[in-house]
């Protein structure tokens, strides 16, 4: 298990546009995603880079392309290597079919030609 990190995943992260304009809209449900984020950060030891990873695992299998962006862009601000973001993705190759995997895979390339 990854030791935690005292740098709270939120200090760096760039808040997508359409996050935004929803909170903006929403502040309410804003307000409690971020507790629900916060009190699950805190659950256990896993530091903010694990966490990412884990993410972007879940984004993968549930095919969600801007939050998969999102946690690639949050992985690699905690100094994650882009050859372990691509592991993470082609983990859940036999679980959850190529045609997802490589589709994931490619919004990783995507997001590392962006840069951070």
């Known amino acids: 298990m990854a030791k935690r990190s005292s740098k709270s995943p939120k ?27 916060k009190t699950v950060r805190n659950v256990g030891n896993l530091d903010a880079a694990s966490l990412a990873l ?12 801007s939050a998969l962006r999102s946690h690639v862009r949050r992985a690699l601000q905690h ?3 882009r050859r372990d973001i691509e592991q993470a993705i082609l983990s859940g190759m036999n679980t959850v079919g190529f045609p997802r995997t490589v ?11 962006r840069g951070q």
């Open 79 to 81: 100094g994650v290597a």
């Open 103 to 113: 589709a994931a895979w490619s919004w990783a390339q995507e997001q590392f030609r």
């Open 11 to 37: 200090a760096s992260a760039r808040v997508p546009g359409t996050y935004k304009i929803f909170v903006s809209k929403y502040p309410e449900l804003g307000a409690a995603h971020e507790s629900i984020a």
């Open 54 to 65: 884990v993410k972007i695992g879940i984004c993968t299998g549930a095919g969600l392309e």
